[in-house]
């Protein structure tokens, strides 16, 4: 039985609980023993709702050992998993501490500010001999595996073009507004646009080169809205948008269309629809879990039998976050192409 303590209880801490309380009720093995949140009215259920609809249950805290400093926590805890949903800002502080306690870390998104974070992370992990995992959930969300598989098959041949968005209501729920102060979380580029960059960089592998535009709309958010086209050597057309001020009744809305030689697939409101060029469009079969079970799921599995992170390498997580400031370089110049 593993024994994992949770670090940070926002909306998306919330969505790892949901999913620990899940696992366990499955009689899997693996169980949540201890909670750090520096709010303390947390633990008594008053929380504010995110952009999506996780973690908002009612929880019966009684059940693990509560903390508000995470240093005390990682001293009296024995822990095999540490599971950090925390801050952008303090994902790499916080991984290289557990990790350099003996403890296998599972780090939200993105994986950190810099790719000179990422790489301490890295390194804590390999001195350590623990295993590190970041969360991209998209790698384990169903209609992306089902894309992600066409793509390396070939099913409907090359890809031609690919477009991908996500958006909705400006981020005003996290503790002390940090998800709008650029230096804690990069702005709209590293805290949510990272899915669609991470995306890319799993379908396709590294641009040559990016070309980045961006608007700042919320004083001191950094970019708040970004559109990036990215260069490859075989000519495919691939961009990638996101917009946090897309406000009133918009809600919140993923998308991607990917063009390929001998068809096409649309995913939207939540349905991935493919259409090939000499049949009729369908709906494939997959898998009814969410990206987040899955991704918990995935990296438990990995520590019980000692396997390698594949689906989602620490190093290949960060070659994200090379992508993504690359996309920010360009922005603060207009547009430059930025060459990786």
């Known amino acids: 039985m593993l024994k994992a303590?949770?670090?940070?209880?926002?909306?998306?801490?919330?969505?790892?609980?949901?999913?620990?309380?899940?696992?366990?009720?499955?009689?899997?093995?693996?169980?949540?023993?201890?909670?750090?949140?520096?709010?303390?009215?947390?633990?008594?259920n008053k929380f504010l709702s995110g952009n999506i609809d996780v973690g908002n249950a009612q929880y019966d805290f009684s059940k693990y050992r509560?903390?508000?400093?995470?240093?005390?926590?990682?001293?009296?805890?024995e822990l095999d998993i540490v599971d950090i949903a925390l801050p952008t800002y303090l994902h790499a502080e916080v991984s290289v501490k557990a990790l350099n306690k003996g403890i296998n870390v599972l780090c939200e998104k993105p994986m950190a500010l810099t790719v000179e974070e990422c790489r301490k992370m890295?390194?804590?992990?390999?001195?350590?001999?623990?295993?590190?995992?970041?969360?991209?959930?998209?790698?384990?969300?169903?209609?992306?595996?089902?894309?992600k598989e066409c793509v390396e098959t070939k099913r409907f041949g090359d890809v031609?073009?690919?477009?991908?968005?996500?958006?909705?209501?400006?981020?005003?729920?996290?503790?002390?507004?940090?998800?709008?102060?650029?230096?804690?979380?990069g702005g709209v580029i590293l805290d949510?646009?990272?899915?669609?960059?991470?995306?890319?960089?799993?379908?396709?592998?590294?641009?040559?080169?990016?070309?980045?535009?961006?608007?700042?709309?919320?004083?001191?958010?950094?970019?708040?809205?970004?559109?990036t086209r990215y260069i490859y050597d075989d000519g495919k057309v691939i961009t990638a948008e996101d917009d946090w001020v897309l406000n009133g009744d918009f809600g919140f809305d993923m998308i991607f269309r990917v063009?390929?030689?001998?068809?096409?697939?649309?995913?939207?409101?939540?349905?991935?629809?493919?259409?090939?060029?000499?049949?009729?469009?369908?709906?494939?079969?997959?898998?009814?879990?969410?990206?987040y079970y899955r991704e918990i799921k995935y990296f438990i599995?990995?520590?019980?039998?000692?396997?390698?992170?594949?689906?989602?390498?620490?190093?290949?997580?960060?070659?994200?976050?090379?992508?993504?400031?690359?996309?920010i370089q360009s922005a603060d110049n207009d547009g430059e192409y930025i060459k990786l």
């Open 5 to 44: 303590g949770l670090i940070g209880l926002g909306f998306m801490g919330r969505g790892h609980l949901d999913n620990y309380i899940r696992l366990e009720s499955e009689g899997f093995p693996v169980k949540l023993v201890a909670i750090c949140d520096i709010d303390e009215e947390k633990f008594e």
């Open 66 to 77: 509560l903390y508000t400093d995470i240093d005390d926590m990682l001293e009296k805890e």
């Open 122 to 147: 890295i390194e804590a992990a390999e001195k350590n001999n623990r295993k590190l995992m970041v969360a991209q959930c998209l790698r384990f969300w169903p209609e992306y595996e089902y894309l």
């Open 160 to 185: 031609l073009s690919g477009y991908f968005f996500r958006g909705g209501s400006t981020p005003k729920w996290s503790y002390q507004n940090w998800l709008l102060k650029k230096e804690k979380s």
């Open 192 to 227: 949510q646009h990272i899915h669609d960059v991470d995306m890319i960089n799993w379908l396709f592998g590294t641009p040559e080169a990016v070309s980045s535009i961006a608007k700042n709309v919320i004083p001191g958010s950094g970019y708040d809205i970004v559109s």
């Open 259 to 291: 063009n390929f030689e001998k068809g096409n697939m649309v995913f939207e409101k939540g349905v991935l629809k493919v259409n090939p060029n000499d049949g009729k469009s369908f709906t494939p079969d997959l898998p009814k879990d969410d990206g």
């Open 301 to 327: 599995n990995a520590l019980l039998n000692n396997n390698d992170i594949e689906v989602a390498s620490p190093y290949s997580t960060m070659e994200t976050i090379r992508i993504a400031r690359a996309e």
